[in-house]
């Protein structure tokens, strides 16, 4: 199993574009996860999908949109970008509600220029 | 408010075992304690959580105070590739989300 994989793992935007992270899980876990990550700090949980077809907001999810497409991809997309959105984005997938361990991605790196 | 808190870096020497306290006196009798780490640019990785009984599993071993105010998560042999961020998370049963911290920065010197 590769556990959750994320593209791309490197991408520099300049202000105002748009682009979507990518995340997959192949687990077949129920609940998805974006955070953030800055310099620093730790991880902030922008949006999450407790299971197929649902989304909700979690403490930052201004400028962001996310895309549950089914149980194994859960993407989230900038509109427009900008440099506050400088920052390490990590994706994460658990079975469910009632499961204990967050899996983890490698993490996509973001520069806005 | 936070609620966790723990020191912001710690040393230990490998081979030795490595303490690292978290204090979380506001806790609820259903709030659980979560142990993750995070090595240098990688995801995190879950290490072991406890509601009120002392817990271990092959990372490591989690003592939970009887007042539940506070918690030492303790790698028992600490070796360098112990060194990371190591995250104290208080997490509702049922609630899907996690709250990351600044964390305890480790680390294990030869």
């Known amino acids: 199993n590769a556990g959750v994989t994320q593209t791309p793992k490197f991408q520099v935007l300049k202000t105002g574009q748009s682009m979507t992270l990518q995340c997959a899980q192949d687990m077949n876990h129920n609940s998805m996860y974006w955070y953030r990550q800055d310099p620093g700090m730790g991880l902030r949980l922008i949006y999450y999908?407790?299971?197929?077809?649902?989304?909700d907001k979690g403490e930052v999810p201004n400028g962001y949109n996310v895309s549950r497409l089914n149980k194994r991809e859960f993407s989230l997309r900038l509109e427009s970008a900008a440099p506050s959105q400088t920052s390490v984005y990590f994706c994460?997938?658990?079975?469910?509600?009632?499961?204990?361990?967050?899996?983890f991605g490698p993490g996509t790196r973001l520069t806005v220029l | 408010d936070a609620k966790t808190t723990q020191p912001p870096s710690m040393d230990c020497a490998e081979g030795r075992a490595a303490n690292l306290p978290c204090n979380h006196s506001?806790?609820?009798?259903?709030?659980?304690v979560y142990w993750y780490r995070q090595i240098h640019s990688q995801g995190p990785q879950y290490i072991i959580h406890?509601?009120?009984n002392n817990e271990t599993n092959e990372m490591a071993s989690l003592i939970i105070t009887e007042d539940r105010k506070s918690s030492t998560l303790i790698l028992p042999h600490a070796t360098l590739r112990d060194t990371a961020v190591y995250y104290c998370i208080v997490r509702v049963a049922g609630d899907y989300k996690l709250s990351f911290g600044a964390g305890t920065t480790v680390t294990v010197r030869a």
């Open positions: 999908s407790a299971s197929e077809g649902t989304t």
């Open positions: 406890g509601l009120k």
């Open positions: 506001t806790i609820s009798g259903n709030e659980y």
């Open positions: 994460a997938s658990v079975r469910g509600v009632s499961y204990n361990e967050q899996f």
